[in-house]
């Protein structure tokens, strides 16, 4: 120990500490965006598609279309607003925007209901198109659920679903974000602070006084990295309370495979940003391009969006994001309760990501000199 | 430097009823919560005067400024500037302030056109001024060249244009040379000599004391109190002391026996080491010479070579802040390797063998040749000074001998090492301090210190007394916990340049040491240069001030990437062509332009009330000068020759290296 004290790489450790200490920038990023972000994208960026207005232009007004309407808006999905009075007047409210969804009910609604052919005709704003989709899928059920209700005397459908929900069973939707948003916080703020780490001593001036001390450049570049690790590692240990306090999200899996497989991640994403400040001179070079890398990253994780919902191509091609790896490990050991039977592809890939990125920043580093 | 002499106080200037007063400070006092920066001054310019002020480092210049400027209200006390409160008088201030004020990534019109809008120059006054200052700064050239892309002497012109634009009555300048080299600051001085001819009143603080000799009138201003004003001459004068300048073949001996004398003896009153002489103060000439001749011989040294020189203002400033107690003290660096263990640890090191050595060093960036075919030898226990202009070349070279940068050509031997410069055991023997950023500024004195010391590996025990030197060596004992950001620059370039040695180097780089270090700082710094190259230290320092460059023993001069000449400070001079006459006229300025007309413009320049003048052949052209100011109806009271300074030397050199080209 007390040899270790008197090492080069202590004496490199000890001045990032003291310089991280006195840096409050670094630890307010370090500690707020992580929380803000969680916060956020947990409770107010939900993709459930609740009260959705609607407008009913009731030509019938029959008991069997009054029937209708109450089954349209009895669950909460669709909210009824005053009813329009015309035709125009509906597609006027869809276009402006007060309604979301506008069903028309024609006046010979009751006679083709009893001749077995009515129709109704609706509307749907689908600008946006996945609310729009959704919307259109509930209102299929509910339309047919009605039709269920009317034919009384009709036998039993051939094949009924029992559907079980996994690992979900509320279906909560903060559980899937949860996994999505450390994987999110954890690859902005260390590829940021991973560079800004490296490239500040080039911008302040100091570097060159550095690289003439006895220290090597991998101390060097080592001794930056470890304080950030830890204080990443931290950030982990944070979003996972933040996660199970405030979203209760299920941890089922070991707990000491998503540490390990974390920190495996957070090589990469150190690494990452590292190699951005080996190319750049200027902290604010560095931070401009981390934002422009970052963005596409979290893009084709599967963060925010599933990564089956992307065309074909970008599916492939989000097999080369580390990102996507560390989100389904997460969702798998937090939500699922697997381990590395089940995850032993992604883990391989992390592995595999984080070997070569800490080469390549590390050879980077030392070539940075000429 | 128990002489007695009587501390007159400073003659009050007197004033001539025709010359009006532009400043005048009456009891000028400044209180920052405790301390107490400025302490009762007084003191009065007249209009058109070049006024200079100077002092230590802490010592209330910069806060004088501030004040004067009217940036700041003074807590007690009255200024008058052009008959106005200086808040008032800011419209026809021009002030430039120690840091640059330029816009990096404007150009030099678009930087002069952004001051001109905030003073709200009119545009056409604008165009002709621009052209007029531009033209007079030698920059008209690169009117569309960013700022940032200019040199540090340029920055300081285009900066000096800035402030000019608005054509103030009044110029305020807190150390605007710092960083520039000779050339652009022996030409800056030049236009400032100009601008005062022509009516501007000018107020500049320097730490550099051959440019001090320039002004009309010098203040020397300790602790926030004015010790003396007066003309350069009249501060010589009042010193009461003479210089001589030993030259010996016994150095170091000689040095050690009147160091001693001089703390005992009445007649030696100071002794300064130099890279091939020693200077020494007597009160009285033929008794203190005498003494020292005796001295010598009762040493058993060789006899000296001795030669009466004047005095300089860095000898009555040194002297005079000596006497206030306030020049730092010299404390012996605790070596924990002795000089004998130190030979034997490393083989090759021998007192003559070879530390640095670069053979036809080149260096190409794109099609630029930054350094061409550079021969350096660098042996232990020897000071060696890389010279040159901004830009010829200094850093690159320096970043190749230590291996911090590839050499596109050419060989570099270092401490033993020929291929692998980069070694850990290699740069475990090697110091290194770069041209201003080396410490870091978010951490605090001592745990700079500590970062170094650990890194360098020294050893745990020593550290604490390591420390403790750099410590008491900076004067900053009790102040160890300070943010070192807040250094005032001066002090920061002391403590760094303790950090770099912490661990003994065999072999030191020092890239611009000095750079903002006040003289007598700056006289302690070379004490401890000079201390480890007799302790066997090889060391190579850049420098732009070259009357400490004396202090090297060898020298190379770079002018654009080549060396254009080499030697001893003595053998330099020596070998400089003609001869360097002062020239004592009623018109100075009129006589500098006349005769900048009729010779090339390098070989004149003003010092204060008096021209020099560099004539590559005496015999002929010392009529034709004479009759040239006699026939312009001038007054020649004196013509005299002088001998050269290194400063001199050096752009003889580098003007006659661009001539031929």
Redesign the interface.
Known sequence: MRRF????F???V??EI??IL??KQLLFLLIIPPIVQLLLYGSALNPDVQNLKLGVLDYANVYESRELVAALTENGIFAAQTPPVSEAELSDRVETGKLAVGVVIPPEFPRRLAAGNAEIQILIDAVNANTAGIANSYLSQIVLQYNRRLKTTQTALPVQAQVLFLYNPGLTSSWFFIPGVMGLVLTLIGTITSAIAVVKEKD???L?????????SWEILLAKVVPLFFLLMGDVLLALTLGRVVFRVPFQGNFLLLMVLSACYLFVTISIGALLGTIYQQQQQVLLTAFFINMPMVETSGAIAPVESMPPFFQTLSLLNPMRHYIAIVRGILLKGVGLEALWMHALALVVFAIVLVTISTRQFRNQ?? | MNQPFSIAPPPLPICDPTTAIAISAKGLHKQYGTLEAVRGIDFAIEQGELFGLIGPDGAGKTTTFHILGGVMEATAGEVIVLGRSPQDARSVTGYLTQQFSLYLDLSINENLQYVAGLRQVPDEVFQQRRNQYLRLMDLDRFGDRLAGQLSGGMKQKLSLCCALIAQPQVLLLDEPTTGVDPVSRREFWDVLAELSADGMTIVVATPYLDEAERCHRVALMYDGQIQQIGTPAELRVSLGLHRLEVRTSQLAATERVLAQASETDGEIADVQVFGDRLDVLVANLQRGEAQLRFLLRQHQLSAPEIELAEPTLENVFVTRLRQQGAAPQFFPFPRSRGGNQTLQSSTSKTQNSVAISAQHLSRVFGNFQAVNKVDIDVHYGEIFGLLGANGAGKTTTIKMLCGLLEASSGKVFLGGETGNLRSADLRRRIGYMSQKFTLYDDLTIVQNLEFYSGVYGVPSKLRREKIDWVLATCGLVGQETMLTGQLPGGWKQRVAFGASVLHEPDILFLDEPTSGVDPVARRQFWKLINDFARNGTAILVTTHYLEEAEQCNRMSFMVAGEIAAEGSPSELKAAQPGQLFEVVVDRPQFASNLLKHHFDPWRISIFADRLHVVLDHPDQEVAGLRSLLTSHHLILHSLRPIPFSLEDAFIGIVKRAQENR
């Open positions: 004290l008197n090492t080069p202590f004496a490199l000890l001045k003291r310089q006195r840096n302040v001036g100091t060159e006084q550095l690289l003439m001390t006895p220290a090597a000199l000429s």
